[in-house]
């Protein structure tokens, strides 16, 4: 690269180069074992040392503090703080609309939307009218307080506000009440500070800010109590089915628990009826994270849908798994897999939204794609194709300048949000 490339050119390749080989660079420049090891040039030694300059500015961290982490006695330790640090840093981007039998959309200053299906009074407007029109959910966490996670269940949802505060409605599963049709604080979760949710049919997942997971799906059913998942530590994503549920850690181990009639757990084994208790459910050519080595494959996107599930990769591969009835897969055909599958039609994947039978997917040339249930014209090919078993273009229209920044698959329906709001 020093020979061929101007350092302009380097510093925007550098720019470029997914989270994961950013930090496989810092633990090469930091840790000293590597450079007693490898006998270095002074322009190679140089580089690396603009290398971790520039690293530092796209990671925003002070350069000295940066080496300070990642020099001397347990360097490697300290990286690997840095890392999950870094994950945490990540978990405060979730979503901010979700939808199943209703939706819930958010804004910047703290307002909730929420429509559709209100009989358990899901919508958190004060009642249990359906709403065909979006409706101020009820702002119990204070005016002006800044939303950074919503989710949308079977019957009931969940806000979490920027303080760490998860608040629920509807059937709320033991968190709040019964029927709440006004949003109520979580209390069994009191002191504890929430920075995702997910919601299933009819339980809901949790995600700490220091990386604990707690939910109400056991190993029977959903329950009305909520207890920690012990076996999941330092999560940094969770994503809820029907009645399955998943989490993705720092050390690139994604866990998957409950339902399987459908194979939507991977564990590579046949479809086991029963709720299944936490595994790890591996991609292919997947290893998990060694200080110093990094990552063959990461998963950076992990998504639940119905009975199905999907995950990407930093190398923007797909892998769907799970019931493939209505071609939600993408695999060409409506058979279901039991164990993580390439999607082999679609490459450089950023993001993935698993809906109730579809499944949504947007690549690094900002175009979204589609597959799955087409009954309700929710994958918007302007046709009456039921099913539609590959990945389609869906034509979202739009003005000069404007791209697809959060999309959302939901229960025959699908919401994009674009880069100027709307």
């Known amino acids: 690269v020093e020979d061929s490339c101007s350092s302009s ?46 690293l530092a500015l796209c990671l925003g961290c002070p350069f000295e503090e940066l080496m300070q982490r990642f020099t001397g006695i347990g360097g490697v330790a300290r990286a690997t703080q840095f890392v999950q640090e870094r994950n945490r840093a990540k ?50 966490w204070g005016r002006g307080m800044e939303i950074i996670c919503v989710a949308t269940g079977g019957m009931h949802g969940a806000i979490v506000d920027a303080a760490g505060e998860a608040w629920i409605c509807g059937v709320t599963g033991g968190l ?67 009645g399955h549920a998943m989490a993705l850690t720092d050390l690139n181990a994604l866990f998957t628990w409950g339902s399987n009639e459908h194979g939507q757990l991977g564990h590579r084994r046949s479809w086991l009826l029963g709720h299944q208790p936490p595994a790890v459910c591996s991609l292919p050519n997947q290893r998990p994270f060694t200080a110093g080595i990094g990552w063959k494959t990461a998963t ?18 797909l892998y769907t798994w799970g019931q493939g009835r209505w071609g939600q897969l993408g695999h060409h055909d409506s058979v279901g897999e039991a164990c993580p599958r390439r999607v082999e039609t679609l490459q450089n994947v950023v993001n993935i ?25 929710q994958l918007g090919q302007g046709t ?35 880069s100027d709001g709307s």
């Not at 390749?13 to 074992?33: I, K, Q, R, S």
């Not at 109400?216 to 969770?238: G, H, I, M």
């Not at 579809?358 to 690549?363: A, I, M, Q």
């Open 353 to 377: 939204s698993a809906g109730n039978l579809t499944s949504l997917c947007k690549t690094t040339n900002g175009t979204v794609w589609g597959m799955g249930r087409n009954f309700e014209g």
């Open 300 to 317: 950076t996107v992990v998504a639940a849908g119905g009975c199905h599930s999907a995950a990407v990769t930093d190398g923007g591969d």
């Open 9 to 54: 050119d380097v510093s925007q390749l550098l720019l470029d180069l997914p989270e994961a080989v950013m930090l496989d660079l810092l633990f090469y420049v930091g840790t000293p074992t590597s450079a007693r090891l490898i006998e270095l040039s002074s322009d190679v030694a140089a580089l690396l040392q603009r290398t971790a300059s520039l």
């Open 176 to 242: 709040a009440g019964d029927l709440v049709p006004v949003p109520r604080p979580a209390t069994c979760l009191h002191g504890k500070r929430i920075c995702m949710v997910a919601c299933g049919w009819d339980f809901t997942v949790f995600l700490t800010d220091v990386g604990d997971v707690y939910s109400n799906l056991s190993d029977d059913a959903a329950e009305t109590s909520f207890s920690r998942v012990e076996s999941v530590k330092c999560c940094v994503q969770v994503a809820a089915g029907n």
């Open 91 to 140: 978990r405060l981007t979730a979503r901010r609309i979700d939808a199943y039998r209703h939706v819930f959309m958010c804004g910047y200053d703290g307002t909730v939307f929420a429509s559709g299906m209100n009989d358990m009074g899901q919508l958190g407007v004060g009642d249990h009218r359906d709403r065909l029109r979006p409706a101020s959910v009820i702002e119990s």
């Open 384 to 418: 009456s194709e039921q099913c539609i078993s590959v990945p389609v273009l869906i034509p979202i229209p739009l003005n000069p300048g404007q791209h697809v920044s959060v999309m959302c698959a939901g229960r025959g329906s699908s919401y994009f949000v674009l």
